[in-house]
Structure formats: C-alpha cells, structure tokens
T-cell receptor, first 115, second 114 residues
C-alpha cells in the first residue's frame, strides 16, 4: 500500500530564508506525487505535481520540488520565504497499482514565517 | 467562474440529528470526493464517485452516506451513527479518477455537533 510521511508537523523560517518541507513516499510502482497548500479555513490548492515527465517540478508562487527515486523523496522548496507563504502544506501520492482511484495524503506541515 | 462550491461554510447541529452537506461543481468533472480533516491527521477519504449513479466507500465511510444523481452534485449526509462528526469537511473533484489527475477542492464546511 502507498503511504506518505511528512517530517516535521511545524516548520518556522525567517522571511527571506530558504523553505524546505520534507516528503517521503512509499509506493510499489512509480508514483504520481502532489503538493497542496491550505490557508486557514479554506480548501486545498494545488502547488505542483510530478507525473514522470521531469524530476524537477516547478509550481506556483515560486515553489518547486524534486523527485528522487533513490531516496523515495519529493521535498518542496522555495529559495526565499514570504510572509504570505504561511500556511499548511500537504504532500500526496497516487499510484494506479495500489490505490487505483485515490490520493493518499500526508499529515501536513504547518509553515510559519517570522518577520 | 468554474469551481466547486460547498455550503454552508459553518454548520451547527445537535447530537442525534442527520445533516447533509452540499457540494456542487461546474468543472464538468467525472470524479468527486469527500474528505474529513481533523487537526494533525491530514485528509481522510470518506466516499468517492467516479461516475454518476456510482460511488465507493473510502477509508472512513461508517456513519456517512452519499448520492450521485447528477454529475455536478455529490451531497454528503452525516448520520447520527457517526460517533464523532465534528470536523472540517472538504469536497473535491477531478477530471477522471486516479493516476495523474489532480483534485480540485471546495472551500470546505466546518460542522460542529453538540
């Protein structure tokens, strides 16, 4: 069965600092991987997705993520944090063999940005 | 504008009452999903539907029911059998189910049962 682990339920960075949010997955076949962002009391918005076309994926708001098969990781990064990046971030995995129609979500990482 | 609407934003009910949460999409998506979100637990799948008049149980379907009579609508009923119904409920849709299709989310309904 597929699964997702997000290391660190809370991450705090200074404005202008590098953002690194970690995601490791478990999947028996090449997965599809997603990062979503959620602002307080709102739904989730897609930041980016990996579908095997390229290992480095660029998303919205300056975020990007790199798929590393050897490390089973899909970490999210942004070179310079902005106050508006404060939100909760979810990594999700899907593979057609084990889940068919479903996404499996991690438990989320709450990002705080200090002025 | 295309998107997913959920109503109401906040819902309060007494214990023992059934309550129905609305989800409508105008994206012409075939697949629709209901998730429950609790602090620190991420999103858990309640039910999903790949096509009209068909739906499948997710990981936590007990105490919930759904219907999919129209492509654009996927209402969720929280029944009195659900032991701990207070949560944030999210509806989503995708062009088709599974694989590389990303899901689009509504704004959510926060249900409080006392």
């Amino acid at each position: 069965a597929q699964s997702v682990t997000q290391l660190g339920s809370h991450v705090s960075v200074s404005e202008g600092a590098l953002v690194l949010l970690r995601c490791n997955y478990s999947s028996s076949v090449p997965p599809y991987l997603f990062w979503y962002v959620q602002y307080p009391n709102q739904g989730l918005q897609l930041l980016l997705k990996y579908t095997s076309a390229a290992t480095l994926v660029k998303g919205i708001n300056g975020f990007e993520a790199e798929f590393k098969k050897s490390e089973t990781s899909f970490h999210l990064t942004k070179p310079s944090a902005h106050m508006s990046d404060a939100a909760e971030y979810f990594c999700a995995v899907s593979d057609e063999k084990s889940s068919g129609d479903k996404l499996t979500f991690g438990t989320g990482t709450r990002l705080a940005v200090r002025p | 504008d295309g998107g997913i609407t959920q109503s109401p934003k906040y819902l309060f009910r007494k214990e023992g009452q059934n309550v129905t949460l609305s989800c409508e999409q105008n994206l012409n998506h075939d697949a629709m999903y209901w998730y429950r979100q609790d602090p620190g637990q991420g999103l858990r799948l309640i039910y999903y539907s790949q096509i009209v008049n068909d739906f499948q149980k997710g990981d936590i379907a007990e105490g919930y029911s759904v219907s999919r009579e129209k492509k654009e609508s996927f209402p969720l009923t929280v029944t009195s059998a659900q032991k701990n119904p207070t949560a944030f409920y999210l509806c989503a849709s995708s062009l088709a189910s599974g694989g590389s299709y990303e899901q689009y989310f509504g704004p959510g309904t926060r249900l409080t049962v006392t």
